[in-house]
């Protein structure tokens, strides 16, 4: 028998089928952060439903409303995406009048990205619900607990920053390494 809750998210009520909580049967870090990685992105995209941005998309936008004149090399770096997939959502919304470059005087090679008053609009719109959703996702920790993991989660990015890079520990392209196969014994 599964009984029914609502939730209320942005003015509208959600109607979910209440389920047992997944079971956790790996207590490792990396299973871990995968699960949360999932609730955090699933949360964040029905936050953002009928914007018309995605989360990658607001993750620009705040990045530039906190560092207005970032490059983009530095923006890739910052939101941990390749330069080229930053170059591609910088277009999109520089398209919606959301973002601007401009040349910057020390090097005129390299293009400061900004937010247009649009963009700040949007922002500022979109940040209450963000924190919410930020809210929600702690929600089922104390708010002693909730400082303490962004804390952890900090000190632990920060101590493995070598490898908090776009496709690291992904196959290349094309590879047929199979599981258990080590690159010593390929030909």
């Given at each position: 028998?599964?009984?029914r809750?609502t ?7 959600v109607?979910?089928?209440?389920a047992a909580?997944p ?8 299973y ?9 992105a699933a ?7 009928g914007e018309g941005?995605t989360q990658l998309?607001l ?9 207005p004149?970032i490059?983009q090399r ?7 995406i390749?330069?080229?997939?930053a ?5 999109e919304?520089?398209?919606?009048g959301l ?16 937010l247009?008053?649009?963009g ?5 719109r979109?940040?209450?619900?963000n924190?919410?959703t930020?809210?929600r ?8 607990e909730q ?5 952890l989660?900090?000190r632990?990015?920060?101590g493995?920053a070598?490898y ?9 392209r094309g ?13």
């Open positions: 028998m599964s009984a809750r939730a209320s998210h942005n003015g509208r009520t109607d979910r089928a209440a909580p079971l956790v049967i790996n207590r490792f870090p990396a871990l952060a995968r699960r949360f990685q999932q609730i955090c949360m964040v995209t029905e936050s953002l439903a941005i998309q993750a620009v936008i705040a990045c530039l409303d906190t560092v004149g490059d530095r923006l890739a770096e910052t939101i941990g390749v330069p080229v997939n170059g591609q959502i910088v277009d919304l520089e398209a919606r973002v601007e470059r401009r040349t910057n005087g020390a090097d005129r090679r390299a293009r400061e990205l900004r247009t008053p649009q700040l609009k949007l922002r500022r979109l940040r209450p619900h924190l919410a930020n809210q996702i702690l929600a089922p920790l104390k708010p002693n400082e303490l993991l962004i804390d989660l900090v632990v990015i920060e493995n070598v908090a890079r776009p496709g690291a520990g992904r196959r290349k590879s047929r390494q199979s599981i258990g196969e080590s690159t010593a014994t390929r030909t």
